[in-house]
């Protein structure tokens, strides 16, 4: 920390004792203050003169860098802790060992003019840097990586920020967040974080195991565990609110740093019960390894392990671990292949190993997904008959792939996903399909993914008759019994919903609005989940159920959950009148009134829309 007479101290925070003090060139104390992760060095930068290293046991001055004819505009340590970078407010670079000796040494100006500048190492040879571009209202985010090298732009919201965990980065903004570089056949992936109530966000800090990263506000009141890096987990409040005190996580700990204006520092150690679930680009990222390196036996015994899972790996809505295995292998790219080239190459796998169930369901994937981009999502009479004929062609080839698993007794449910997408499109007659069915209520009634799609293709615009999709979701649902019954019905609702909303739910479709709520408030149970309590809440709210509102909004509470999803359209103020309202023991005898649908296209109908998209393409759903 840095102290009133400008001198730089060390301090060890399981012991609360001093370390080392030291002061920088010439008492400066403008400019900027970095730790390598290991905790290992500490390194400063005057913004126009010097950077100086230090070891942070002892606060011997190691090196002085000369100084620069540029002015530095960011300092950092790579992951490994072995090299420090310096970035010129004009891209200048310097990136050195601590010792002195230069690694690499770029002095030329990039830029035309000075520019907020942030950079971060993401892993070996791995470089991302932002730069702030107000004219043009967007920040440029531009990365290197020895696979290859990216860049995109991003919306500008407030001064932007970059921070690198092993193999990622998170690039933040005001209270929004991006992280990459997740590549998807040459696609950078990102994720944005629309609303965190505090006002703005102050720090991310990831941690070497990439399974979590910590983000605290600028009030200072709350630390935050992300556990996929685009949905905010559980959330930890360990300090009542003070917009005085500086809050800053430990880093590779599960401890937090509390700094008041009066100098008092404080170490609070996290709740140990807190839960943490692997990531999912962690998880993703090793599943693309296992490929890469031809493992195919541990793809196998993967997909084995998560037949029957109906957890996801990200948290997504509509898919499940298994779901995602196999998209992840569909998408596997060891060389550049146009979607047919794909196909050709995963036939091959098929062939090599035909009791890989991942490897014949990815094929079938892939057929279908090459006949629904063929066809499009567009109106029918729009189709051209070249689409129609493509539509054809690879619906039965996807249905040749997966029909020989079925003669078996046994087979990953997923399959019957397949098979119900299949019969959609090739329009089934309903005595084909039904046997299907029943053998899916017998060995798969709780993987919700088969009946998502077997209760949406029972929808009058897909050719099935009013109140046919309740009926087939109920009837599964009480075979099941109980909550886990109630469960199925409500994730089924929960898709068909972006095609109804949930008035058209209950009145056309004919959904029981109460068993609904009990499977909603189920889901919430299960595990901590914000998009599923941002979505219970409003489904209480458009029927007025406020018990089952009262028991989304106390799990809401417990988890110290404030993450408002854009389902509420940015109404900040319509989310806390909900959530008062839901806290509440008993209702208000005034009831708060249901805004009328927006005439434009909300945030959450183009949700609808991207998962109509996946609907028609086999993703998702």
């Known amino acids: 920390m840095l102290q009133r007479d400008k001198k730089i101290s060390t301090w060890n925070v ?80 310097l990136i050195a060992k601590p010792d002195g000796e230069v690694i690499r040494h770029e002095p030329e100006a990039v830029l035309e003019e000075e520019r907020r500048v942030r950079m971060c190492n993401f892993g070996q040879d791995r470089w991302a ?98 556990w996929r890096l685009g949905e905010l987990g559980q959330m930890i409040v360990p300090l009542k609110y003070d917009p005085q005190v500086l809050v800053l996580p430990a880093p590779n700990s599960k401890r937090m740093i509390s700094h008041a204006p009066g100098g008092q520092t404080t170490v609070f150690a996290l709740e140990e019960d807190a839960e943490i679930r692997p990531s999912a680009y962690r998880t993703l990222t090793i599943l693309d390894k ?46 550049p292949r146009n979607a047919e080239e794909q196909a050709k190459w995963l036939a091959n796998l098929v062939e090599e190993h035909p009791d890989n169930d991942v490897f014949r369901l990815a094929l079938a994937n892939q ?16 189709v051209s008959p070249e689409g129609w004929m493509t539509l054809d062609k690879y619906m039965q080839k996807s249905w040749e792939t997966i029909e020989p698993m079925l003669e078996r007794k046994q087979v990953p449910p997923e399959t019957f996903v397949e098979l119900v997408i299949v019969a959609r499109f090739q329009d089934w007659p309903r005595e084909r399909l039904s046997p299907y069915l029943e053998r899916a209520i017998k060995e798969a009634p709780t993987y919700h993914r088969i009946w998502k799609q077997a209760c949406m293709s029972r929808l009058p615009r897909w050719g099935g008759a009013e109140g046919e999709a309740e009926a087939l979701a109920a009837q599964v649902a009480d075979h099941i019994g109980g909550k886990d019954g109630d469960i199925l019905y409500a994730e089924v609702a929960r898709l068909l919903y972006i095609f109804l909303r949930w008035k058209g739910l209950v009145d056309e479709a004919g ?26 809440l409003q489904f209480a709210n458009e029927f007025k159920n406020h018990a089952g509102a009262h028991q989304v909004a106390l799990l809401v509470q417990q988890r110290n959950h404030t993450y408002i999803h854009r389902l509420w359209e940015y109404d900040h103020k319509k989310y806390e009148e909900v959530l008062a309202w839901a806290l509440a023991e008993a209702p208000p005898e005034e009831k708060t009134e249901t805004a009328e649908p927006s005439p434009q296209q909300s945030p959450d109908e183009a949700d609808a829309n991207a998962d109509q998209k996946s609907v028609d393409s086999g993703d998702g759903v």
Request: one cysteine or more; glycine letters at 10%; hydrophobic letters at 35%.
């Open 511 to 536: 959904f029981d609005q109460d068993r609904i709520m009990r499977g909603m408030v189920g889901i919430c149970e299960r595990a901590p989940n914000a998009y599923a309590e941002n979505l219970a």
């Open 290 to 335: 296992i490929m890469g390196d031809k493992n195919y036996e541990v793809i196998n015994a993967v997909g084995k392990l998560w037949e029957d899972r109906l957890e996801p790996i990200t948290d997504n809505k509509l898919t499940t671990a298994y779901s995602e295995l196999v998209t992840q292998v569909r998408n596997f790219r060891d060389a």
């Open 14 to 93: 399981e012991e609360g004792k001093k370390l080392a003090e030291f002061s920088p060139k010439e008492d400066a104390t403008d400019g900027i203050l970095k730790i390598s992760r290991d905790g290992k060095w500490g390194a400063f930068a005057n913004q126009r003169r010097f950077v100086e290293v230090w070891e942070v046991e002892t606060g011997k001055l190691v090196h002085t860098f000369d100084e620069m004819d540029w002015k530095i505009g960011d300092l950092g340590f790579s992951q490994d802790s072995k090299l420090v970078f310096a970035l010129g407010t004009q891209r200048q670079l």
């Open 129 to 226: 840097t932002v730069i702030e571009r107000k004219d043009d209202e967007i920040v440029e985010l531009v990365w290197e990586m020895p696979e290859e090298n990216g860049r995109v732009e991003l919306p500008r919201r407030n001064p932007p920020n970059i921070v690198g965990g092993p193999g990622f980065f998170i690039v933040f903004s005001g209270n929004e967040f991006w992280a990459g570089p997740y590549t998807n056949n040459g696609t950078f992936f990102s994720t944005t974080q629309q609303w965190i109530r505090d006002i703005r966000i102050d720090s991310i800090e990831p941690t070497n195991q990439a399974n979590y990263a910590w983000i605290s506000t600028w009030h200072g009141a709350e630390v935050r565990g992300s």
């Open 367 to 382: 057929y279908h997904r090459i006949g629904t981009e063929a066809r499009g999502s567009g109106y029918a009479y729009k």
